[in-house]
């Protein structure tokens, strides 16, 4: 069992209570509240320790739902780890909190975002940074201090909730996807990656499919993507390069036919049903899917049902489906249907880093080898040949 305080100020007071959890495989529960709280605080999907850039993070959504008719402001987000004592792990407040909110189905004013109105779910992302040399926390304690807007005037609450770390889990670890390089990984594992604001409830629960997500392009030793004209797709660097298998597997579905686009489409003229463009899923066995996307038409030389190993060629770089140039966009999951499962972190055996991007601006520096680590978003990488 856990202990758990809910404080809820009235008038200046805080009026503590205590509140008997009972831990289970994915959260907890309340079992004897002596006041509700106007807030369900969830991790639908506990973290698993990511190593990167030789620290640790803990990449997760908390999920908060008012209960109450009446808007809630939430005023400050904090997460702890063993202990509550001290400097939190991470604190949300302002700008921070707007930018690390959404709520669904809303227009998004930035603004508005820590404000949940009666019945609306709102989330928040973290991107928990554990140096290196400091022990990964096996649960974390989140305080969140909010606003409750009431008749002619407001009261102030502090609810807490624990969520465990799967600190007994360690991620996948597979081969890299291309050969060579430069890659940058564009959009990838962040607490500001695109991929991770698509949170959307298909045949079931709402997940983060693309939660580890990466697009990688290819640049050359001065940083450059392209040579001529960007609208040409065969003038990106990465246009073309192979694909390859990260891992032995069995090819479960494939999608092909889908034309290309011209670079700097948006998806206002792409249709949503071919999003993902040409590409392949490829069961890699213990419910571990990875999903390729955005293949060069008529490149794809696997088919449902072929068996791969590790290293073989699936296909080439294109610029088909949700896609404004040549990329590729790879990503783990739960279940083979490429966006409606949960994104699963994974590791790559072994790589070179050589720098980041910092916006459009890229610098190749000295390689400095890699084990057993995810490229970070925008980190400049190179794979074997
Ligand atoms: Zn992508």
């Known amino acids: 069992m856990t202990k758990f305080t809910l404080c809820i100020a009235y008038a200046g007071r805080c009026l503590v209570y205590l509140l008997v959890l009972i831990g289970v495989a994915t959260g907890v529960f309340a079992q004897a509240i002596p006041g509700f709280s106007p807030l369900e605080v969830k991790v639908p999907f506990p973290p698993t320790p990511l190593p990167a ?8 959504e908390l999920h908060l739902t008012n209960f109450y008719p009446e808007p809630i402001s939430v005023e400050r987000v904090e997460v702890f780890g063993e202990s509550e004592e001290g400097t939190p792990l991470v604190a949300y407040e302002g700008q921070e909190l707007i930018d690390n909110m959404r709520r669904p189905g809303t227009g998004d004013e930035p603004d508005e975002r820590p404000k949940i109105g009666g019945g609306m779910l709102a989330f928040v992302y973290f991107f928990v940074r ?15 201090t909010f606003t409750k807007h009431v008749d002619g005037g407001t009261e102030s609450g502090v609810i807490q909730s624990v969520w465990p770390v799967r600190a007994d889990k360690k991620p996948i670890e597979v081969g890299p996807p291309l050969k060579g390089g430069y890659w940058v990984a564009r959009n990838g594992p962040s607490n500001t990656s695109g991929h991770r604001r698509m949170v959307r409830p298909l045949l079931g629960p ?26 040409v797709n065969a003038n990106h660097f990465c246009y073309g ?9 069995v090819v479960s579905a494939t999608t092909t036919g889908i034309a290309e686009n011209v670079p700097g489409r948006t998806l206002d003229e792409i249709s949503r049903t071919r999003m993902v463009g040409n590409s392949v899923m490829l ?4 419910g571990v899917y990875a999903f390729y996307a955005h293949f060069k038409p008529g490149s794809i030389r696997v088919k449902t049902g072929d068996r791969v190993s590790r290293g073989q060629v699936l296909g080439l ?30 590791v790559i055996d072994a790589f070179e880093r050589l720098g980041r991007c910092e916006g459009k601006t ?18 400049i990488v190179r794979f074997s040949e």
Do not use: F, M
């Open 317 to 346: 770089v294109g610029n088909s489906g949700n896609s404004g140039g040549p990329h590729l966009h790879l990503h783990l999951e739960s279940w083979p249907l490429a966006l409606s499962s949960e994104g699963l972190p994974y």
């Open 241 to 249: 390069a192979e694909i390859i298998a990260i891992a032995d597997g």
């Open 130 to 144: 554990i140096e290196a040399g400091h022990a990964v926390p096996g649960q974390l304690l989140h305080r969140i």
């Open 206 to 231: 709402a997940t983060v499919t693309q939660r580890y997500a990466i697009d990688y392009i290819k640049i050359d030793d001065q940083g450059e993507r392209l040579s001529g004209d960007p609208k």
């Open 362 to 379: 890229c610098t190749v520096g000295p390689a400095k080898k890699v084990r057993g680590e995810i490229p970070l978003r925008d980190d």
């Open 283 to 286: 069961d890699l066995g213990g």
């Open 53 to 60: 850039g030789g620290d640790t993070y803990l990449c997760y």
